[in-house]
Every structure is written in structure tokens, then in C-alpha cells.
């Protein structure tokens, strides 16, 4: 298995607060991704990280910020949490933009 | 923009048996990858099956292989021998090999809940 950690597994949090979610891989890969996945809509780009401090946005990329100061980490922030933001957040690492993207094992947020 | 449907929300197979799982997909391009990835009830995203557009040989690995249809922009699973652990929810996802916009972007269906009675 691909070393991917995500922290928070699970965190619940109240409208309004900022939430940082984190990506760690151990495997020395350029390209890291932040997805969310949520009923009925299977699973959707927020941002992703082509290098360090070289990030771009993704499908749904609104109320969302990202950076990359290692290649090793990846964080999410959430600047202001809305319950729309209640979902679960998937990394995902790769090597180039054609090779196999491996999965994080998800942190599930709540925002009530 | 690139789309991808499943069409079957929710499948059904006996164990031992096999089980097709549809997916299409819309693409202008000609060079693209396609996968199908298995998430358990642990929510983990699990890597099945890759196929190269440019490649007509249908890509196997053990009991999962896929049927690839370019023309029809069709990209079917097939799970022989289905065993208790199949039972997943199941997305096909496609990838553009252009550099540039959201490199290496994988575009998911909305996903296909199997289930594998004894």
C-alpha cells in the first residue's frame, strides 16, 4: 500500500470555524490531490499540488485554500466551515499526471 | 468537458458467479486512461483495473477485467468467481494525458454499490 496518512480521521467542528485538514505520503511524489466525496455525486477535484508551492484548482474549489511547503505534506483549509463542507475528503498521491493516483483513507468532517 | 456515467446504481451477483458493471464516458480526445477503483465499507479508495486508450488489448488482472470499447466509449468490468469481499461500491474514473488545467484530473462516475449474496 502506497504511504498516505490523513489527519483528522474524523473531526466535527461548528459553522464559522477554520479547519485544517492534512495529506502526508511517504512516497515521494510530485503530484498530491484533495477530492470530496459526497452522495450521489461520487468523487470531485477540490485542488491539487503539481510541486512544492505549485498548486491550481479543481472542480469545486470554492471555500477551499490549499498549500504545499514539502513535498511530503499537503493541507487543506477550510477558511470559514459551512455545512455544505460537511463531506468526506479524500488525498490522493501520484507520480506524473498518467500514472495510477493512490488514495489517503479519508478524513469524514461535519460541520454543524 | 469529459463526463462519466454508470448507469446501474446498484448490482446484485451470487457468489461464484461473474457480474458485468457498465460505465461510458464522453471525451473529444483520442490518448486517455481509464480506471476502475473499489471502495469498501472502509471507505478506502482501492485501485482494480487501468487501461490505456491507445491500447487494444483489454487490460486483466486476476478475476477483474474490462471490456474496452473505444468507439462506443464504453469501459465495462467484469468480476468472475465473485467472492464475499466484491461486495463495494465500484467507480469508473477517466484521465486526460494533457499537461496544463487539472493535470492528471480523474473524473469519477457517481459509482455502482455491489452486492455478493452466499
Known amino acids: 500500500d502506497a504511504g498516505i496518512t490523513q489527519s483528522p480521521r474524523h473531526k466535527v467542528t461548528e459553522t464559522g470555524t477554520p479547519v485544517t485538514l492534512r495529506c502526508h505520503q511517504t512516497e515521494n511524489h510530485r503530484y498530491m490531490y484533495w477530492y470530496r466525496q459526497d452522495p450521489g455525486h461520487g468523487l470531485r477535484l477540490i485542488h491539487y499540488s503539481y510541486g512544492v508551492k505549485d498548486t491550481d484548482k479543481g472542480e469545486v474549489s470554492d471555500g477551499y485554500s490549499v498549500s504545499r511547503s514539502k513535498t511530503e505534506d499537503f493541507l487543506l483549509t477550510l477558511e470559514s466551515a459551512t455545512s455544505s463542507q460537511t463531506s468526506v475528503y479524500f488525498c490522493?498521491?501520484?507520480?506524473?499526471?498518467?500514472?495510477?493516483?493512490?488514495f489517503g483513507p479519508g478524513t469524514r468532517l461535519t460541520v454543524t | 468537458a469529459q463526463t462519466v456515467t454508470q448507469s446501474q446504481p446498484e448490482m446484485s451477483v451470487q457468489e461464484a458467479e461473474t457480474v458485468t458493471l457498465s460505465c461510458t464516458y464522453d471525451t473529444s480526445e483520442s490518448d486517455y486512461y481509464l480506471f476502475w477503483y473499489k471502495q469498501p465499507p472502509s471507505r478506502q479508495m482501492i485501485l482494480v483495473i487501468r487501461?490505456?486508450?491507445?491500447?487494444?488489448q483489454n487490460a486483466t488482472e486476476n478475476r477483474f477485467s474490462v471490456n474496452f470499447q473505444k468507439a462506443a466509449k464504453s469501459f465495462s468490468l467484469k468480476i468472475s468467481d465473485s467472492q464475499l469481499g466484491d461486495a463495494a461500491m465500484y467507480f469508473c474514473a477517466y484521465r486526460s494525458p494533457r499537461i496544463g488545467g487539472s493535470q492528471g484530473n480523474l473524473i469519477f462516475g457517481k459509482g455502482t454499490k455491489l452486492s455478493v449474496k452466499p
Open positions: 490522493a498521491i501520484s507520480e506524473s499526471p498518467s500514472s495510477e493516483q493512490y
Open positions: 487501461q490505456e486508450a491507445y491500447k487494444q
